[in-house]
């Protein structure tokens, strides 16, 4: 009965054995030098799962793994941490290289929106488009919806002076971030922001425009992306009192708009102050010489639209701004 039952349960043991995986790998250095005693660490969803250290030979193994998205963490000593994501099946064997550099202050962290997975940054679904000062003061010479020309995958939607928006693979539902708080809502209206251009563009120092699947995370008006608007901060730290300022000035001949800010920045060792102000004038924009075509007169008596008075809105505002941090 015995020798029976060992040769029925057997098999079943060894094949639910087998169905676990094994990840193993080298350890070395930038040299290609075996780095023995580095410590080792399986993680799974940011769990410890086990540790173990290499060899003599840099060698290590874990036995018996589930499948699943796993990190391999390895340290070693006068060595930084090395990361490696690892995806792997029942019954699969992975092997794996780290190579370790000498340890420094600067730490690369990858940070994605899915929950319980380790991936590579290169294997993220995100693209972001960051676009500088220097880009920033040459387009939006007029409104800040101008932040979109000449960026791949995005596109501009420009209203009115105030009313705008960033279009994120044509869709409009994209979240309007203003230094990581909030600035759309579900009270606004669907579709372009009515009060996105109200944001001055020298008061600022970046832009980030995000698109791509991870935009989800940021919820359902954020279903095309994510614009965020990095703001000019004070600078402070200084061994003794710090001034600077600048001053910009701006002209658009299709419109004969102009306009000028200027910027002053005063720090100290632990404190510091910027302030910007800022004046604008867009002026009209007459399209066919002013004159308007579907106009009564014009369409059944032939004369100018504008023989009892011109009849186009308005297009020209002036606008004033000011930032202090």
Known sequence: MFFLVLTLFVPMIVSAQSSFGRIAGVVKDQNGA????????????????????????????????????????????????????????????????????????????????????????????????????????QRTTTVLAQVADEEVGVSMQKTSPTIGAVLVRGLTEVGVYVDGVRYTNSTQRGGINTFFNLNEPT????????????????????????????????????????????FNTIFNSSDLSYGSNALITYGTERFGILGNAVARRVNTVRAGDGLDSHAAVTRFLGLPSDVFGTRLTDTAFTQYSGTLH
């Open 34 to 137: 075996f780095v023995s005693g580095a410590v080792v660490a399986l993680v799974h969803s940011q769990t410890l799962m086990r540790t173990t250290q290499s060899d003599a030979e840099g060698r290590f193994s874990f036995e018996g793994v589930q499948g699943g998205s796993y990190e391999v963490r390895v340290s070693g000593n006068g060595f930084g941490t090395q990361t490696l994501a690892v995806q792997i099946a029942d019954g699969q064997s992975i092997n794996v290289l780290s190579t370790l550099t000498p340890s420094s202050i600067d730490n690369e962290v990858t940070v994605t929106a899915e929950t319980g997975q380790a991936q590579g940054r290169d294997r993220i679904p995100q693209v972001v488009n960051i676009i500088p000062e220097e880009d920033l003061q």
């Open 203 to 246: 008061s600022l120092r970046t832009v980030e425009l995000l698109r791509g699947p991870n935009t989800a995370q940021y919820g359902s008006d954020s279903l095309g992306g994510t614009v965020q608007l990095v703001s000019r901060q004070p600078e402070f730290g200084f061994n003794n009192p710090t001034v600077r300022g600048e």
